[in-house]
C-alpha cells in the first residue's frame, strides 16, 4: 500500500496500517479477508468472508500487452483472462514468452529442492516479497518452454502464505 500510494500518488509518509486497523472494527471468529480501497486520500475498509479455493489444474493464456503493477478494485482484464481457463480452476498468465502470474496468486516452481518465482510478475505480491527476503524462494526467468523442467508448483499470496499444496506441473495446460 505504501509503494502504491508513493508511486501513484507521490506520497512520502509511510501510512502506518497497523495503527490504522486498530481503530476498525473486525470480525472475531472465522476466516477474513480484509480489502483496503483508497486513492490518494480517501480509505475504505471490508471484510470478506474468505474461502479457500482448491486449484488443481492451469490453463496457460497468453496477453501480451497487460500491466497489474499494483492492485486495483478494477479487475476486469484479469477476470476476462480467467474466464479462458476452459476445464481448469485458474490461468497462468504468460506475457512476452514468459510466465508471470495466476489470477489471484504469484506462483513458484520446484525444482530439486529450491523453488523459483517468476523475475517478472504481474503483481508482486506481499507475501512472495516476503518469501524472497527470507530466500525461500528465488527469483528467475521462466519461460514457457521450461515449465517442464520444474517438478510442481505452488501459489502463493497473503491468505495462504507457503502453505498452499504443491501441485504437479504435469496440471497445466498448454
Known amino acids: 500500500m505504501n509503494r502504491s500510494c508513493k508511486e501513484l500518488y507521490g506520497h512520502r509518509e509511510l501510512f502506518d496500517l497497523e495503527a490504522f486497523l486498530d481503530n476498525i472494527e473486525r ?24 474461502q479457500p479455493t482448491l486449484i488443481t489444474s492451469l490453463q496457460l493464456v497468453v496477453e501480451n ?28 498468465i504468460v506475457k512476452q514468452g514468459l510466465i508471470t502470474d495466476s489470477s489471484y496468486a504469484n506462483i513458484a ?15 508482486k505480491g506481499t507475501m512472495r516479497t516476503n518469501l524472497l527476503e527470507r530466500n525461500i524462494i528465488y527469483e528467475q526467468e521462466i519461460g514457457v518452454d ?26 497445466i495446460v498448454f
Open 146 to 171: 521450461e515449465i517442464r523442467t520444474f517438478k510442481s508448483f505452488k501459489l502463493i499470496n497473503a491468505m495462504f502464505e507457503f502453505d498452499s499444496p504443491e501441485i504437479d506441473v504435469s496440471n
Open 65 to 92: 500487452r497487460i500491466s497489474y503493477a499494483f492492485k486495483f478494485a478494477d479487475r476486469r482484464e484479469i477476470d476476462r483472462l480467467h474466464a479462458q481457463r476452459k476445464d481448469c480452476d485458474d490461468v497462468i
Open 109 to 123: 516452481f520446484k525444482k530439486g529442492s529450491r523453488w523459483y518465482t517468476p523475475a517478472l510478475p504481474l503483481l
Open 27 to 50: 470480525p472475531l471468529q472465522g476466516l477474513y479477508k480484509c480489502r483496503i480501497v483508497y486513492d490518494h486520500e480517501s480509505r475504505q475498509v471490508e471484510f470478506l468472508p474468505y
